[in-house]
């Protein structure tokens, strides 16, 4: 059940008077703000609104700031699609990788204070950073790994980080040190997990309570954490979703404090972001409250990696420390960055020009993320007074537009799957690198779990399987047999082969 029309909020008590024109007036903007406001918005509400009921997405929150001030403020859909509870702008979302440029702000901050030099190597902080090539090891600084500079990625720490939960220090450094770096730009979440542990080196606190204690707390952005089982306990809280054919479901792959990570691991809600919207916008400061200095925010602002656009509606050029750089209409600049995971899409966008910011939190992945971007290129469309009304509607049919049902397992590996009785499989597996690998066995057929991810299992040949997530990965494996037992399952995964030792 969708949230009435009447659930969207325009922030009013902020707005009585006369307000100060933005910086830039592409749409004629006049005062005061509030019925520019409602001007500006007219259709787009209900606009959204038949999208959602159309598509039967589940739940959307969208903040929309303009001049310094949140000028809308809005719910629609449900939070929790198994008991239909709204949607508010102070339901915490789960953002993914638009997470980055929260760590970004805060290594900003410490270099302000002289903790962070943001040119110095890696190795300075971590003296543990080395991958294949030594030379680049000693070569990464701090300030490469903000703008994806040096190509350094590795599925399997994607993995363990992301998925399972089961990364340790000694995982982590074993499977960095097999990358051999690209030496060119490459966005890549294990530039921003490196980048979250040079923040615990030099403070002696974690990442998340770092930010809390920097960014989070100051700026009363109370639906804000980096804790997901914190976030998952309380009840306002919109839970990922996925879709089943046509109805969505509850995800079965969640976030917990284990696979929250720096490259992609907060919850925050509406209302919070355009607090972190304020403060980008107003370069470092919200209400007289300074987090970062000025030329710090700006350094964050400024293109160091560049990449050939895509001319796309967002036009992507590169990379500022944490931010996407695209330009937008005209060749607006916009800073942005998106997320996306099981059950889940973000994206929280500025233009610095203009004095305007949009974020938009949706609780379903595969369609969400294409929501995403129509709400924000609606707003900003609004703002800038252009007219798309044609390629706007391309882009919501594509958002909207009826999908192929996730892949579930065909058939359960079952007896005659295999060479021994079912039960001699059942047990817990161990990988020194990838952890634990754990296959059950009922009356229903087999399952497994990868650490805390929750895998189906099919038959692929005899004594091998395919397992599969939904919506989340995939991988093929088979059990070792000798003499009658089973000695271990090797997993082909994230593209590693890892071998699984039986220990019971």
Not at 47 to 53: I, V
Not at 267 to 296: F, H, I, M
Not at 416 to 435: C, F, I, K, N, R
Not at 488 to 499: G, H, K, W
């Amino acid at each position: 059940m969708l949230t009435p029309l009447s659930s969207l909020l325009l922030v009013a008590s902020a707005l009585s008077g006369a307000a100060t024109a933005p910086k830039a007036q592409p749409a004629e903007l006049e005062e005061p703000l509030l019925e520019v406001a409602h001007e500006l918005f007219e259709g787009l509400v209900e606009r959204w609104q038949r999208a959602m009921q159309d598509s039967r997405l589940p739940g959307m929150s969208v903040v929309c700031v303009l001049d310094d001030e949140i000028v809308l403020l809005a719910g629609f859909g449900e939070r929790d699609v198994e008991r239909h509870l709204p949607v508010t702008p102070d339901t915490p979302f789960y953002i993914a990788s638009a997470t980055k440029p929260f760590v970004a702000l805060i290594l900003c901050a410490l270099a302000g204070e002289d903790a962070v030099d943001l040119d110095a190597p890696v190795q300075k902080y971590l003296p543990r950073f080395a991958l294949a090539d030594a030379r680049a090891s000693e070569q990464v600084s701090v300030r490469q790994l903000l703008c994806h500079a040096p190509g350094i990625n590795s599925a399997p720490i994607v993995l363990l980080d992301a998925y399972t939960g089961e990364i340790t220090e000694d995982r982590f450094y074993h499977f960095l040190g097999q990358v051999e770096p690209l030496g060119e730009v490459s966005y890549s979440n294990v530039h921003f997990t490196l980048a979250g542990r040079v923040i615990e080196a030099v403070t002696g606190r974690s990442w998340r309570d770092e930010l809390e204690y920097r960014l989070f707390e100051p700026l009363g952005m109370r639906s804000t954490t980096g804790y997901a089982d914190d976030m998952y306990s309380r009840d306002n809280v919109a839970l990922p979703s996925v879709r089943v054919e046509r109805k969505y479901v509850s995800s079965p792959v969640r976030k917990t404090d284990r696979t929250m990570h720096a490259a992609g691991g907060l919850g925050t809600s509406a209302r919070d972001v355009g607090q972190w919207l304020r403060l980008n916008l107003n370069l470092g400061s919200v209400d007289g409250k300074r987090v970062c200095a000025e030329e710090l925010v700006q350094e964050m602002q400024t293109l160091h990696s560049p990449v050939p656009g895509d001319g796309g509606v967002f036009d992507e050029k590169g990379f500022g420390l944490g931010w996407q750089i695209s330009e937008y209409e005209g060749g607006v600049q916009v800073l942005q960055h998106g997320g996306g995971y099981v059950g889940s899409s973000s994206l929280i966008s500025f233009m610095p020009e203009i004095g305007a910011g949009v974020g938009v939190l949706v609780n379903t992945d595969v369609d969400g993320g294409s929501l995403c971007r129509t709400v924000t290129a609606d707003l900003f469309d609004r703002i800038l007074g252009v007219e798309r009304s044609d390629m706007m509607l391309g882009l919501v049919q594509s958002a909207l537009r009826p999908r192929p049902a996730p892949r579930e397992a065909s058939a359960t590996l079952a007896a005659q799957d295999l060479s021994l009785a079912p039960a001699a499989y059942a047990g817990t597996y161990v990988s020194e690198h990838l952890g634990t690998f754990v296959v059950e066995h009922s009356q229903d057929g087999f399952s497994a779990q990868l650490g805390q991810l929750r895998l189906a299992l099919e038959p692929r040949d005899k004594d091998a399987f395919r397992a599969t997530s939904l919506n989340g990965p995939e991988a093929e494996g088979f059990f070792e047999l000798k003499d009658g037992v089973v000695l271990a399952s090797v997993l082909d995964v994230f593209n590693t082969t890892q071998r699984f030792v039986r220990q019971d």
